[in-house]
């Protein structure tokens, strides 16, 4: 599995929906081009809803991974409107 530098963690564990689609969205708007969010979630509807909407908003969803029972990491780099 690749390494990445992570730039931002937005730990949203304990929230349910929106709260995570939101946050990640928002957080997302902070940052420059390349840069590297990480989002760890435990709400499984986030899992599929935050990668499909940052790639709608035209970012990389770099890896959609699990990391325990129903804990799941995200990391998503930014990409810069042109």
């Known amino acids: 599995m690749e390494k990445y ?13 929106p709260v995570p689609d939101v946050e990640a969205k928002r957080a997302l708007k902070k940052m420059k081009p390349g840069e590297i969010l990480e989002v760890l979630i435990d709400y499984p509807l986030s ?5 499909a ?4 908003a035209g970012h ?5 991974e699990e990391v325990g ?5 995200i990391l ?3 990409r810069g409107k042109n």
Not at 60 to 64: C, F, I, Q, R, Y
Not at 69 to 73: G, L, T, V
């Open 47 to 51: 899992k599929e809803r935050i990668p």
């Open 5 to 17: 530098e992570v730039t931002k963690t937005l730990d949203v564990r304990g929230e349910v929906c």
């Open 60 to 64: 990389k969803v770099l890896s959609v």
């Open 53 to 56: 909407n940052s790639e709608k």
């Open 76 to 78: 998503i780099e930014v």
């Open 69 to 73: 029972p129903s804990e799941w990491r």
